[in-house]
């Protein structure tokens, strides 16, 4: 008898020519995943499934935290592998009813073959094994709401019994999408628009703008912190840090304090663009979500949005602050980006920025401003950090 990990991804990515990519990529990410946590796990690919090898008397524990990081894992169990014979079976059965009953009223028993020489149809198996847990437990049997589902999979020369339990991360495997850049403040919003991305099966690269050195280097210090939290979901990351103190004294000299986050923003986008080609990213995201500040308004992402040339990609836009908040603590971010810090935004900024402003009336503003040498300028001085150190 030996123990592993099942892990199960949603069957509707699967469609067609992807799957191969799809469960390739999970298998690798799962590598790098246990690779993390100290973890040497062989990770197997086995009937269209991924399943984890785990030595003799191991916790599960740190191995199942390793996998709740990766995207494309719908459920993950933990299963014992036993012989074919159906006593061996049973003994399967005992030691998952013995780990994972938890004061159970009800259960059922879902048996499969995956090796269809087995002897015993599915149906016998599961009349056989539920009159076993019965006599056990003294459970009843509901086939609609049961508390527990034991499931056995009979594959070739073995089976497998466990207790489908856990819940993985969901989404697409990191790299079974596109690549894109996201522009990473040192605040609460948009390290969970990476995230969201990431669970798309996007792979990221990180832009933030720091004003160092009119402020200190704390904006910078928590970019790199949060970038290190997440990339534990990626695997390998790039942070590109970007001087945006001279363009900011720029805009101060040539730009009513009223419309200049509206200029700081659009001027990020166009630097954060030219970073993003460079890095083969086909898309900005950014952690914007309707209304929620002032430079959040409809008319505002109307008039960030006229001067990009790659989509802006917003997956908070219709999100309100507690979830995200909420989001931010299950990626591990919330607590950094409560960390004070001396943010560009907020420089030579009045409290009460225009709400409304226009492509046009922004163009005009701007007018003064070499935007094109402001963009080179910004993009040759950055400096790329990568994950992990
Ligand atoms: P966040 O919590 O992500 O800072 P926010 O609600 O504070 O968002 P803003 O400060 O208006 O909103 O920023 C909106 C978006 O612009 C951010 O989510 C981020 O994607 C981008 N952004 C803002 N400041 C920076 C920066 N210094 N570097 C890179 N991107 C930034
Ligand atoms: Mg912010």
């Not at 009349?127 to 086939?143: E, H, K, N, P």
């Not at 409290?351 to 226009?358: E, G, V, W």
């Amino acid at each position: 008898m030996s123990r592993h990990l099942l892990v199960r991804y949603h069957e509707v990515a699967l469609k067609g020519k992807n799957r191969r990519g799809f469960i390739n990529a999970l298998a690798v990410n799962a590598r790098r995943a246990l690779a993390r946590g100290g973890l040497t796990h062989p990770v197997r690919q086995d009937f269209g499934q991924i399943r984890v090898d785990l030595p003799d008397g191991a916790d599960t524990s740190p191995a199942l935290h390793a996998l709740s990081h990766v995207y494309g894992i719908a459920r993950i169990a933990v299963a014992d592998r036993t012989g074919w014979a159906p006593e061996e079976i049973m003994d399967g059965v005992d030691r998952v009813i013995e780990r994972e009953w938890n004061g159970a009223q009800s259960f059922r028993v879902t048996a499969n073959r995956a090796d269809k020489r087995y002897p015993l149809t599915s149906v016998d198996l599961n009349r056989q094994i539920g009159a076993f847990v019965q006599s056990r437990t003294g459970a009843r049997v509901d086939l609609r709401g049961a508390d527990v589902d034991i499931r056995v999979d009979v594959r070739e020369k073995a089976a497998y019994v466990y207790v489908e339990s856990i819940r993985g991360a969901g989404g697409l495997p990191v790299g079974t999408s596109g690549h894109v850049a996201a522009m990473l403040s040192g605040g609460i919003d948009s390290p969970v628009a990476a995230a969201r991305m990431f669970r798309r099966g996007c792979t990221v690269d990180f832009v933030h703008f720091h004003s160092f050195p009119l402020v200190d280097g704390s904006s910078r210090d928590k970019a790199r912190d949060l970038v290190r939290v997440l990339d534990d979901r990626q695997f390998g990351s790039r942070l590109h840090l970007v001087p945006f103190a001279e363009a900011q004294r720029r805009i101060v000299a040539a730009v009513n304090p009223a419309y200049r986050v509206i200029a700081y923003r659009r001027l990020m986008v166009r630097i954060a663009e030219a970073i993003a080609r460079r890095a083969g990213a086909l898309a900005l995201v950014t952690g914007e979500s309707i209304g929620q500040v002032a430079s959040q308004t409809v008319e505002n992402v109307a008039a960030i949005d006229a001067v990009a040339g790659l989509p802006i990609l917003r997956p908070l836009i219709g999100m309100d602050k507690q979830e995200i908040i909420d989001e931010a603590r299950r990626i591990g971010t919330y607590d950094i980006s409560i960390l004070p810090d001396e943010d560009c935004c907020s420089l030579f900024v009045p409290r009460h920025p225009a709400l409304r402003s226009t492509p046009q009336e922004a163009e005009r503003l701007e007018a003064a401003l070499d935007i094109d040498e402001l963009v080179a300028m910004s993009a040759d001085n950055m400096q790329t950090v990568t994950f992990p150190g």
